[in-house]
């Protein structure tokens, strides 16, 4: 089947909707990672005006670093807006330039504030000064299916403003569902009539993932003849003028699809997924690659497994109730949860009973490792307060003392997570330091959904997720998934579940390679850096930590044969995690 060059937009049309300012040095590093993925075209950034896209100011610094130190024959495409970014763009080396009108008169005024015949005009200089400097041109055309702001799109409309850009020199027009309302009935009905008058090798599709179509109206356009796709890696971006527009279709989503039909675009799926996952976690939001996100998963565990050790821990009872099961091997500890019909719901008596054995096993040193399980469909389903007659002032101290005593266990703890969490159970998961979890795991904060809200386990949960995360899943109550996790490094490993006991052992027996009192000052001073950030009290921490660290009795020498015995064999094996 015939190939398709992919055009990269996550550096420009990616990053210019993320509120937080990315560094200068994290997008040229995204751009430097994804030319060594096999693309002939990544769109760089843009000039567009700092004041309306604050997130592109850097253009120059960008430019500046990459076009003299990557491939020649990777084409680095810059957006302009009028001559002046043209000017700019050629003052700073380039070479190609997108420019950019939409399809509808609503859209236009209020994104770049003309009508569409004004901004052909604006592209019409920006052509004519393009052409006697030599810059190549690209167009852009937006809201192809339905303007925002006022309704459905003509077809006519498109077709016009496509072939006016064509006329005014570009030499390829990309198709841009900015909505992403289309279907691919739409595509075919749009896509069909617009090669009867126009060369399909002079389009491109552009399809955003709004409604979960985009890949489904790729593969229709492919159909159509057309063999050119915009798209983003990890699915960053959608454009900020476009309200509910979320979403540019995923690079790794598009690779897979192509690469099942048997189609080629030159482009490592396989490094593509990393950068993805890279920048994902960089950013502290979810992969939006569905393909991307399971790709890693797999890639993680593949890794994980790889010259894998079998410990088989042998675990003696210290104690079992209705409500849970305390066992041990070695300087390991696990507690189960152990009431699976009902969820493992926490009942009074299981926070006071949990908040004693961590207490307990916090005092003990011989005790190194504290996992935290469940039996059944579900990990912790939240609270279970229906036979509780306590005071809310009770019940909350209860609680934010367990979650505080996990929290505050100087050993290293690690939930193994064997189902869906919700509510109070997705801050037991959270309080601890670790987390592995199976496929089918969930996580759910539903307190909005019954007139409450997250108030004891917020702290973690924020923590641990980051704060806009934290607050979508929060406001939402929607099911989080682990891959979204693990994409922010909330997650640690996505194991089969038939193989969580197995890798929660193999991640106890990798554990003993850190010696129990380094990892108390390394979890203190994550601590201290996440609760007094570049305070006086988080320069004492660390002055502390240090000398602590550097106490007599406490050289190299003395840590590593305190520890060594227990690690005795382990040199060789493998190393667990991401």
């Known amino acids: 089947m015939s190939a398709v060059r992919i055009v990269e937009v996550g550096p420009r049309d990616g990053l210019q909707n993320i509120s937080q300012i990315v560094p200068t040095k994290i997008k040229i590093e995204l751009i430097k990672r994804l030319a060594a993925c096999g693309y002939s075209d990544i769109e760089a950034t843009s000039f567009v005006s700092p004041k309306w896209v604050p997130q592109l ?90 303007d925002p702001y006022s309704g459905p799109t003509r077809s006519d409309q498109v077709i016009k403003v496509t072939r006016a850009l064509l006329d005014l020199g570009c030499y390829e027009v990309s198709l841009g569902d900015t909505t992403g309302v289309g279907t691919p009935a739409d595509v075919k009905a749009l896509f069909s009539e617009m090669i009867k ?25 492919y159909g159509l003849g057309i063999r050119t796709f915009d798209s983003s890696v990890a699915g960053l971006g959608g454009c900020p003028f476009a309200k509910g527009a979320k979403g540019n279709l995923a690079t790794e989503d598009l690779i897979y699809t192509l690469n099942k039909m048997g189609v080629t675009t030159g482009v490592d799926l396989h490094k593509v997924v990393q950068v993805g996952s890279w920048i994902s976690g960089y950013l502290q939001k979810p992969n939006e690659s569905r393909a991307g996100a399971a790709l890693n998963a797999r890639q993680s565990l593949a890794e994980a497994n790889k010259n894998g050790h079998r410990s088989q821990l042998k675990w003696d009872i210290l104690g079992t109730t209705k409500e849970y099961r305390v066992s041990r091997s070695g300087a390991n500890v696990k507690i189960c949860l152990s009431r699976p ?78 189902g869906p969490c919700f509510g109070g159970g997705v801050g037991l998961a959270f309080a601890c330091d670790l987390r592995i979890v199976t496929e089918n795991a969930t996580f759910k904060l539903s307190e ?131």
């Open 57 to 146: 100011a850097d253009a120059k610094q960008v430019l500046k670093s990459i076009l003299p130190s990557l491939q020649p024959s990777i084409s680095f495409p810059v957006l302009v807006p009028n001559v002046h970014g043209l000017e700019l763009a050629h003052q700073n080396g380039v070479k190609d330039v997108a420019v950019f009108v939409s399809a509808a008169e609503g859209f236009s005024k209020k994104n770049i504030n003309c009508s569409v015949e004004e901004s052909i005009e604006r592209i019409r200089q920006v052509a004519n000064k393009a052409r006697l400097l030599g810059i190549r041109l690209r167009g852009y055309v937006s809201c192809i299916f339905e």
């Open 197 to 221: 008058v126009i060369p399909a090798a002079s389009l491109a599709g552009h399809f955003h993932d709004t409604y979960g179509q985009a890949i489904a109206n790729v593969v229709t356009a």
């Open 341 to 418: 019909k009902n969820g493992n719901a926490l009942t009074t008596s299981m926070i006071l009973a949990l908040t004693e054995l961590f207490k307990k096993f916090s005092h003990d040193n011989t005790v190194s490792r504290i996992a935290l399980t469940a039996e059944g469909k579900y990990f912790c389903t939240g609270m279970d307060l229906s036979k509780d007659q306590s005071a809310p002032d009770e019940n909350f101290a209860n609680l934010k003392t367990l979650f505080e005593q996990i929290d505050n266990c100087p050993q290293t703890t690690i939930a193994a997570i064997n």
């Open 448 to 578: 909005v959904n019954l007139g409450l809200c997250p108030a004891t386990i917020s702290k973690y949960i924020v923590r641990e997720w980051g704060i806009s995360f934290a607050r979508s899943a929060m406001l939402t109550a929607r099911e989080v998934k682990s891959t979204e996790l693990l994409a922010c490094r909330a997650v640690h490993a996505i194991v089969p579940a038939t193989k969580l006991d197995e890798e929660l052992e193999i991640l106890l027996y990798a554990l003993r390679y850190s010696a129990p009192k380094a990892s108390a000052l390394s979890k203190y001073l994550v601590k201290s850096a996440w609760t007094h950030p570049g305070r006086e009290e988080q320069a004492v921490a660390i002055k502390s930590a240090f000398y602590q660290m550097m106490a007599p009795g406490q050289n190299l020498s003395t840590v590593w044969s305190s520890f060594a015995r227990e690690s005795k064999g382990l040199i060789g094996t493998r190393a667990y995690g991401l």
